[in-house]
């Protein structure tokens, strides 16, 4: 298992920018896929963008291409989404994930190929 907790979230206004982060502690993450979740309210959980252990392959939803990047720093155990560009439709709890026992170059979508899971840090919008 590894333990997760994001950072960086908060109120920010439209057009704007944040970085949150997901410290990863116990089973070192290098041996992990990570992803990013959000979670609106009275909405299902969605993907957002994932990073393969390797750091060299990444994938986005939709509404996430060409405003945010996924970064990791193996180093560092630790997982960046630098947002740009924020709109109130990015309103919502970010989830970090890890997915342990990932193939090196694999990125992953859905939230059951995840195992691990933080407790969320919330980003808001403001028109």
């Known amino acids: 298992q590894v333990q997760l907790l994001e950072s960086g979230g908060g109120l920010v206004q439209a057009g704007g920018s944040l970085r949150l982060s997901c410290a990863a502690s116990?089973?070192?993450?290098?041996?992990?896929?990570m992803g990013w979740f959000h979670q609106a309210p009275g909405k299902e959980r969605e993907f957002v963008a994932a990073?393969?252990?390797?750091?060299?392959?990444?994938d986005y939803a939709d509404s996430a291409k060409g405003r945010f990047t996924i970064s990791r720093d193996n180093a560092k155990n630790t997982v960046y989404l630098q947002m740009s560009n924020l709109n109130p439709e990015d309103t919502a709890v970010y989830y970090c994930?890890?997915?342990?026992?990932?193939?090196?170059?694999?990125?992953?979508?859905?939230?059951?190929?995840?195992?691990?899971w933080g407790q969320g840090t919330q980003v808001t919008v403001s028109a």
């Open positions: 116990g089973r070192t993450s290098t041996t992990c896929a």
């Open positions: 994930a890890a997915a342990t026992l990932s193939a090196y170059y694999s990125v992953y979508r859905t939230d059951s190929q995840y195992d691990s």
């Open positions: 990073i393969s252990r390797s750091g060299d392959r990444t």
